[in-house]
Each structure stands twice: as structure tokens, then as C-alpha cells.
């Protein structure tokens, strides 16, 4: 099993920044593919950014620019650079790991972590 722990949300304006960070503990988390996703109030989780043990990478259309998805893998840290937030952005912010490879649908993870909020207040 694969433990993830996100770290780094809050409330920031519009057009700030944050960087989440999410920690992978277990199983050698540096086998897995780790993604990002969000989750607003009254929708669905949705894909925001992947990267395969290759470091492929994959956003969402709306995050591309403006996001940025990098791993650590000697400290098994994923992390989330977020530039020019927008009030849209607000959502909890999941990461998540699968075995298989770049995938954007969240029914391909197998390990979520709680989650942390990111509020983007305009």
C-alpha cells in the first residue's frame, strides 16, 4: 500500500501562487504514476496534472500554463506549482498514485490522499 499526504492549500487572490506538495510513504511510491486532481463543491473530481514514473506529463486544458506537475523521487514528494490562480481553481486538491501509466480518469487510482483546500478568493 501507498500512503499520500498533501500538504501546502489555502486562501490566496487571485493571480497569486501556491506550490501543494504531496508525500508518498509505503510501498516504494517510486514505482507509481502520481496525478493531481480537484474537486469542487457540487461537482465531479477532475483531472489537473499527471506524470508517469518517465516524468511524462499531462494537464488538463485549463491548468496549461499556468501549472506546473514535478516529482522528487529520492524524498518520494510530488509536487503542484500553481501560478495566476483563478476563483475557478478553488477546490480541494487530491493527489493520487496508479501503477499503470498516464492516466486522467480517476477511477484508473487506486490510492487518494485526504486532500487539501485551495481557495482562490477573487
Known amino acids: 500500500q501507498v500512503q499520500l499526504v498533501e500538504s501546502g492549500g489555502g486562501l490566496v487572490q487571485t493571480g497569486g501562487s501556491l506550490t501543494l506538495s504531496c508525500a508518498a510513504s509505503g510501498r516504494p511510491a517510486t514505482t507509481y504514476n502520481m496525478a493531481w486532481f480537484r474537486q469542487a463543491p457540487g461537482k465531479e473530481r477532475e483531472f489537473v496534472a499527471v506524470?508517469?514514473?518517465?516524468?511524462?506529463?499531462d494537464y488538463a486544458e485549463p491548468v496549461k500554463g499556468r501549472f506546473l506537475i514535478s516529482r522528487d523521487i529520492p524524498k518520494n514528494i510530488v509536487y503542484l506549482r500553481m501560478d495566476s490562480l483563478k476563483p475557478e481553481d478553488t477546490a480541494v486538491y487530491h493527489c493520487?498514485?496508479?501503477?499503470?501509466?498516464?492516466?486522467?480518469?480517476?477511477?484508473?487510482?487506486?490510492?487518494w490522499g485526504q486532500g487539501t483546500q485551495v481557495t482562490v478568493s477573487s
Open positions: 506524470i508517469t514514473l518517465s516524468s511524462t506529463i
Open positions: 493520487a498514485a496508479n501503477r499503470w501509466g498516464l492516466l486522467t480518469s480517476p477511477d484508473d487510482y487506486t490510492y
